[in-house]
Nanobody, 126 residues
């Protein structure tokens, strides 16, 4: 069974750091392009960061550029999102996403990914 499980969320203060993890089971993430999205209640899922399997390139939303880093450890079958200098606007449920090979569309669209985790809550108090 293919599964993505996020962890590492929590309640932190503005300026703090968190590292989210996305552990995959049922498949080898080295064959997948991976991404992180986030979502607030009543709003659409928003792109955060992505890593492309074919080239190893990484992409970031403007709002997190320079503060967040996406990385992968294929040996551990895990993708990470290091989040530094957190602020209240980063509060959301964070989701891990995967698509076999390259993206099926633009990397910043949620429709470009087939598999999703259940999400982990990140709350930043100001």
């Amino acid at each position: 069974q293919v599964q993505l499980v996020e962890s590492g969320g929590g309640l932190v203060q503005a300026g703090d750091s968190l590292r989210l993890s996305c552990a995959a089971s049922g498949y080898d993430i080295s064959w997948y392009s991976m991404a992180w999205f986030r979502q607030l209640p009543g709003k659409e899922r928003e792109f955060v960061a992505a890593t492309r399997r074919t080239t190893g390139s990484t992409f970031y939303a403007n709002a997190v550029q320079g503060r967040f880093t996406i990385s992968r450890d294929n040996a551990k079958n895990t993708v990470y999102l290091q989040m530094n200098s957190l602020n209240a606007e980063d509060t959301a449920v964070y989701y891990c996403a995967a698509n076999w090979g390259d993206y099926s569309g633009p990397y910043y669209l949620s429709s470009s990914y087939k598999d999703w985790g259940q999400g982990t809550q990140v709350t930043v108090s100001s």
